[in-house]
């Protein structure tokens, strides 16, 4: 089993910044993907981004972060982060982070955490 526990987040204005993360533990050799999720009130969970092992860290962002949100992992500390920039208000939702497998075909996320509630004002 893996235990995710994240941190992070809070309330900020539009166009501020943000840094979540995710703290990995329990059986952390078995992780080779991360990722992060949200979801908004009424709305249905989307991926953020996420991060593999393969090569020299292959990351992968929603459309609507690409540029301004950054997702990394440090696996000496077992924990993935992901930096938000120029936040703006429909980024409003829960973060959670998710943690599983990177196959041939995709990744299999088998372990997510509680979330963190994330606030941005106009």
């Known amino acids: 089993q893996v235990q995710l526990v994240e941190s992070g987040g809070g309330l900020v204005q539009a166009g501020g910044s943000l840094r979540l993360t995710c703290a990995a533990s329990g059986r952390i050799r078995s992780i080779s993907a991360m990722g992060w999720y949200r979801q908004a009130p009424g709305k249905q969970r989307e991926l953020v981004a996420t991060?593999?092992?393969?090569?020299?860290?292959?990351?992968n962002y929603a459309v609507a972060v690409q540029g301004r949100f950054t997702i990394s992992r440090d696996s000496a500390k077992n924990t993935a982060y992901l930096q938000m920039n120029r936040l703006k208000p429909e980024d409003t939702a829960v973060y959670s982070c998710a943690a599983g497998r990177a196959i041939s075909s995709g990744m299999v996320f088998d372990y997510w955490g509680q979330g963190t509630q994330v606030t941005v004002s106009s």
């Open positions: 991060v593999t092992d393969k090569g020299e860290g292959a990351t």
